[in-house]
């Protein structure tokens, strides 16, 4: 990784929240995580997160809520969503919604990191003004 970002994983499983903390942070970058879309939005409002690793399914605010409150604050994090569940829509619904990037899990750390890197990529751009301005910014 070519910077220190600030990863946020939001999930409401906490076996596949507490393994990404922990690949993430051998990974050598910083990470958090929410157990559910309230608790995302209250971190992103209140810390620099960098990039969101958002489950789509998830009970209470689902994937799909949380970016549409996502796109109403004037800095959002980039959004790679993650579901169990392959779709055929989701590529689509990911890219409607807003996300940069989505994974089916599980997914390998390598495919993982070359996301975020690219991810950090985007956002790089778009604070620079070089990037093309997506939804929410």
Request: glycine share 8%.
């Amino acid at each position: 990784m070519t910077s220190d970002p600030l990863i946020l994983v939001v999930d409401d499983e906490v076996r596949f929240r507490a393994n990404m903390l922990r690949l993430l942070g051998l990974s050598g970058l910083r990470a958090l995580a929410a157990a559910d879309g309230r608790e995302a939005l209250s971190i992103v409002d209140s810390l620099p997160v960098d990039v969101l690793l958002l489950d789509m399914k998830m009970p209470g605010m689902n994937g799909a809520e949380v970016m549409a409150e996502l796109a109403k604050r004037p800095a959002r994090p980039e959004v790679i969503f993650l579901s169990g569940h392959a779709s055929l829509d989701l590529p689509l619904d990911a890219a409607c919604q807003g996300a940069c990037d989505y994974l089916i899990k599980p997914c390998t750390m390598d495919v993982l990191l070359a996301k975020i890197e690219s991810a950090m990529e985007r956002r790089r751009a778009r604070r620079t003004g070089l990037g093309r301005p997506g939804p929410g910014t």
